[in-house]
T-cell receptor, first 113, second 117 residues
Framework: EPEVTQTPSHQVTQMGQEVILRCVPISNHLYFYWYRQILGQKVEFLVSFYNNEISEKSEIFDDRFSVERPDGSNFTLKIRSTKLEDSAMYFC???????????FGPGTRLTVT | AQKVTQAQTEISVVEKEDVTLDCVYETRDTTYYLFWYKQPPSGELVFLIRRNSFDEQNEISGRYSWNFQKSTSSFNFTITASQVVDSAVYFCALSSDFTGANSKLTFGKGITLSVRP
């Protein structure tokens, strides 16, 4: 069964550095998302992406965040000038089309020290 | 604004007991989707069910069943004859936009279910 994959599973970075989190969505899916979950808290929406542009973003998704689908298969989340409070599990999700459900990847645990 | 409330934070049951996880939602939209996701200790989010606002029929899938009541804005999840493998965090979520481009999920805080042998 096709699944969403994410790399790396765990990323440790120093405050102020840039990180790129990578996702490979399910191949025939058209809509892509990033969510984050701070340890022990609820899952929060960051951004949705469709037709090579951002559809919606939350207030968490500030100017330090960006997304890209560089080659038709990967979907990346870049965080510049990382802060301690960026430490969280980041989930990528993809959806086939309207009226379908989102499938989530296994997550990347980001630790900012 | 959308909101999902899962008032229960932790539930502990003994194996084979039935358990119901509550979910109450708020939305001003007349059309919306409701979801349940499971997050086992390994951390991934596993899709369990999607229900649209037009369909209030209850659904059963094996030991799992869902009760959707628009009148009380609730979408409760029951596990019958619970098993240790059901131990996980369960999230209820809401999407108020049927068009994929803006169909973000709003999650509740989750319910931690522990099933003891």
């Amino acid at each position: 069964e096709p699944e969403v994959t994410q790399t790396p599973s765990h990323q440790v970075t120093q405050m102020g550095q840039e990180v790129i989190l990578r996702c490979v969505p399910i191949s025939n899916h058209l809509y892509f998302y990033w969510y984050r979950q701070i340890l022990g808290q609820k899952v929060e929406f960051l951004v949705s992406f469709y037709n090579n542009e951002i559809s919606e973003k939350s207030e968490i998704f500030d100017d330090r965040f960006s997304v890209e689908r560089p080659d038709g298969s990967n979907f990346t989340l870049k965080i510049r000038s990382t802060k301690l409070e960026d430490s969280a599990m980041y989930f990528c999700a993809s959806m086939r089309g309207n009226f379908y459900e989102q499938y989530f990847g296994p997550g990347t645990r980001l630790t900012v020290t | 604004a959308q909101k999902v409330t899962q008032a229960q934070t932790e539930i502990s049951v003994v194996e084979k007991e039935d358990v119901t996880l509550d979910c109450v939602y708020e939305t001003r939209d007349t059309t919306y989707y409701l979801f349940w996701y499971k997050q086992p200790p390994s951390g991934e989010l596993v899709f369990l069910i999607r229900r649209n606002s037009f369909d209030e029929q209850n659904e059963i899938s094996g030991r799992y069943s869902w009760n959707f009541q628009k009148s009380t804005s609730s979408f409760n999840f029951t596990i019958t004859a619970s098993q240790v493998v059901d131990s996980a965090v369960y999230f209820c979520a809401l999407s108020s936009d049927f068009t994929g481009a803006n169909s973000k999920l709003t999650f509740g805080k989750g319910i931690t279910l522990s099933v003891r042998p």
